[in-house]
């Protein structure tokens, strides 16, 4: 049984290193395409779960979707993501990347979706200036399918910024305390 954990391990994190290889390859337009295509994607999902999701989204000051993946491996978790943040009043959309660092009980792999919600335009600038930084409460957690919550319920990360998490696919053990960043992917942008 150990013996296919580790080889799991060994599997998901070079799948996630040759999709980070072959994404570098990509021009500039290419991937701003395929982002605003995972945006929606995103957004669908999380609509399908919570249907109250996509009213939230387009009566927001703005949101952002990025889509994640992560690895944990005993002392050390390793999550990165990238995605769009969409100004609803202005319309415009910023490129940005993610980078989560966890440190405690980690083990497993996961994908998973994020969906925030900016209230207005002083979260906003903190959002697209990379001032977003958040941690997260020590958890425990297990999962194999789609979770997350209802706009009411959704996790407040920073005044003014409200997120849902849907795990698309992996199982992931975690006790750990938990940073991550936001930033503009300066390249896309």
């Known amino acids: 049984m150990k013996k296919k954990f580790i080889q799991l391990m060994l599997f998901a994190l070079i799948l996630m290193t040759a999709s980070t290889v072959f994404a570098a390859k990509k021009s500039p337009e290419q991937l701003r395409a395929k ?8 957004i669908e999902r999380v609509s399908q779960k919570y249907p109250s999701a996509r009213n939230a989204v387009e009566n927001s000051y703005a949101y952002c979707t990025i889509s994640a993946s992560g690895i944990k491996w005993g002392l050390i978790g390793d999550d990165h993501g990238r995605g769009v943040a969409v100004n609803n009043q ?21 994908e998973y979706d994020l969906l925030f919600l900016i209230a207005n335009k002083e979260a906003w600038d903190r959002f697209i200036s990379g001032n977003i930084k958040f941690g997260s409460e020590v958890s425990a957690q297990a999962s194999d399918g789609v979770s997350g919550d209802t706009f009411a319920n959704a996790t407040i990360i920073a005044n003014g910024v409200w997120v849902y998490q ?23 942008n």
Request: aromatic content about 8%; hydrophobic content about 40%.
């Open 90 to 110: 202005t319309g415009e959309r910023i490129y940005v990347k993610m980078k989560e660092v966890s440190l405690g009980v980690n083990f497993g792999a996961k």
């Open 166 to 188: 849907l795990d698309k696919k992996g199982l992931a053990v975690e006790l750990s305390f938990k940073g991550a960043r936001i930033s503009p992917y300066r390249t896309l």
């Open 35 to 42: 982002l605003n295509h995972m945006s929606g994607q995103v």
